[in-house]
């Protein structure tokens, strides 16, 4: 899959797509759904999906609480797996955000991109201040020489599959209904970074990983499925994890610490794709490092029986 993030400087082979465009934040069912629509519609086209770089709501609300499922990397690991072809992952900047409607059709759609068809959601709003319908686009693809299809709204259980109704999941401490609505479990992806090593004086050595930028899931102790996607210990393992801020210790920014089963070895700089099964508790501060060791165990224990059962 080939990244493009200027449309205005795109080579031949760039051009020419049929492409789902959105923000795609945990490429969820209806995303996929967006997706398989652009590559049905035409295809004998490449597969494009147009996304932006940050998030349009990180860029007009910079000191706003972390809301993203997944950064820009697992996003583009994902769609990589869906087989897309070109991930136009746009900057967006103040030149690209000033773009009236129509401007944004002509010179990204059609001069920039070139795209043969775009797929977008019912909902979908686009241009300066968001002033862009769905209408407005059919009307300029017609008048500008591309397809437009629109995908509507996708349902599970009487409920709109949304990236909202997915961190209400997760903050609730449900990730079998996030995954409902994914499609996939719900990941945590990055480098393995340096900790206190305190588990492993406590006879839990994890691998610790920034939640930065994410959506913080509830905090407590998970199940999850690992995925070490590279160096010597590459593969996948089962696991129990820890989100949040580490009471015992008096910890202050929320991380994520992995204990990966019968594993042995150094995960420090590799990167991780933790999926976060069931939750089993919420932090909780312990009378001692003893007590806190016995909840660890049974934690493993309780973690190890649900992962068997998948």
Not at 36 to 46: C, N, T
Not at 162 to 187: F, K, N, V
Not at 218 to 226: D, E, K, N, Q, S
Request: contains cysteine.
């Amino acid at each position: 899959m080939r990244i493009v993030r200027d449309y205005q400087y795109t080579r031949p082979e760039d051009r020419g797509a049929s492409a789902a465009i959105g923000n795609f934040d945990g490429v969820h069912k209806g995303h996929q759904a967006v997706i398989d629509l652009a590559r049905r519609a035409v295809p004998e086209a490449r597969l494009g999906v147009m996304t932006f770089e940050p998030h349009p709501r990180e860029f007009f609300a910079k000191n706003a609480p972390a809301f993203r499922l997944m950064s820009a990397e697992a996003r583009a690991a994902r769609l990589e797996k869906l087989g897309v072809d070109l991930l136009y992952q746009l900057n967006f900047n103040t030149a690209l955000a000033g773009l009236a409607p129509c401007e944004f059709a002509e010179r990204v759609i059609r001069d920039g991109l070139g795209l043969v068809n775009v797929v977008v959601g019912a909902d979908f709003c686009f241009g300066k201040g968001r002033a862009g319908t769905v209408d407005d686009l059919k009307r300029f693809g017609a008048e500008m020489g591309f397809g437009v299809t629109v995908a509507e709204l996708m349902q599970t259980d009487g409920l709109i599959v949304s990236s909202t109704a997915i961190r209400e999941a997760l903050s609730d401490g449900r990730p079998r209904d996030a995954a409902q609505l994914l499609g996939h479990w719900h990941r945590i992806e990055g480098a393995v970074i340096g900790g206190e090593q305190r588990g492993r004086e406590l006879g839990y050595p994890t691998a610790n990983m920034s939640i930065d930028g994410l959506h913080p899931p509830r905090f407590g102790v998970y199940a999850v499925l690992v995925d070490v996607r590279d160096g010597p210990h590459k593969g996948s393992y089962h696991g129990a994890a820890s989100v949040g801020v580490r009471p015992m210790f008096n910890g202050e920014v929320p991380n994520i610490e992995t204990f990966l089963f019968d594993f042995t070895g150094d995960l420090y700089g590799a990167t991780l794709s933790v999926g976060l099964v069931e939750y089993l508790r919420p932090e909780a501060r312990f009378d001692s490092l003893d007590a806190l060791i016995a909840q660890m165990d049974a934690d493993c224990a309780a973690a190890r029986q649900i992962l068997r059962a998948l």
